[in-house]
């Protein structure tokens, strides 16, 4: 999982709560991503952030928010507005912004469900 | 549109076997493409990536992959599979001549490796 962490593990909210989920790197890499996986489904970026201060939806941005005010920190919010938030969350990060030649190293993961 | 396409959902092998899962890819320009490994509950880890020059790229584990551009394939193999590599394998892309860096995932392919 290298040097990026994801907290908590595991996470348990009531559906109409906000839940936000940590993503913090130390690679010093510039590109960071959010993916989200369900079974049978792979992964499905939901965004992504080339540099500080910037960042793009992926192609399931509805329902989600982020930011990105450091190098080493992509939080993302799940909002009450997704409407099924209950899935295996994953962060990734990359050395380069653009180029796609760069692995992505990922995260330990965040289950998160919603009652 | 770039896409990837994992055909098999689950590949079964007996220990000391070689193994293929299978990884074809649609991408307009030169493609990037890279396998992954997930265990159980955890984040994806980097296996090996093809960005140019060998066809045949060596990465961890003493697993390999195969470009073949006529084929629009990037299969992984192993000579002797192990208990050990049963787990679940993604194969991703970018590149191409809309570049963003981004990586579209496949599916994911059980591989299940039995004593």
């Known amino acids: 999982d290298g040097g990026i962490t994801q907290s908590p593990k595991y996470l348990f909210r009531k559906e109409g709560q906000n839940v936000t989920l940590s993503c913090e790197q130390n690679?010093?890499?510039?590109?960071m991503y959010w993916y989200r996986q369900d079974p049978g489904q792979g992964l499905r970026l939901i965004y992504y952030?080339?540099?500080?201060?910037?960042?793009q939806k992926g192609d399931i941005a509805e329902g989600y928010s982020v930011s990105r005010e450091k190098k080493e920190s992509f939080p993302l919010t799940v909002t009450s507005a997704q409407k099924n938030p209950t899935a295996f969350y994953l962060c990734a990060s990359s050395n380069r912004r653009t180029g796609g030649t760069y692995e992505q190293y990922f995260g330990p993961g965040t289950r998160l469900t919603v009652t | 549109a770039q896409s990837v396409a994992q055909p098999e959902d689950q590949v079964n092998v007996a220990e000391g076997n070689p193994l293929t899962v299978k990884c074809t890819y649609s991408?307009?320009?030169?493609?990037?493409l890279f396998w992954y490994v997930q265990y159980p509950n955890r984040g994806l880890q980097f296996l090996l990536k093809y960005i140019t020059g060998d066809n045949l790229v060596k990465g961890s584990y003493g697993f390999e992959a195969e470009f073949n551009k006529s084929q629009t394939s990037f299969h992984l193999k192993k000579p002797s599979a192990l208990v050990s590599d049963s787990a679940l394998y993604f194969c991703?892309?970018?590149?191409?001549?809309?570049?963003?860096?981004?990586?579209?995932f496949g599916q994911g392919t059980t591989l299940q490796v039995k004593p």
């Open positions: 991408v307009s320009g030169n493609p990037y």
């Open positions: 952030s080339q540099i500080v201060n910037d960042f």
């Open positions: 991703a892309v970018s590149g191409g001549s809309s570049n963003t860096g981004k990586l579209i």
């Open positions: 690679l010093n890499h510039d590109a």
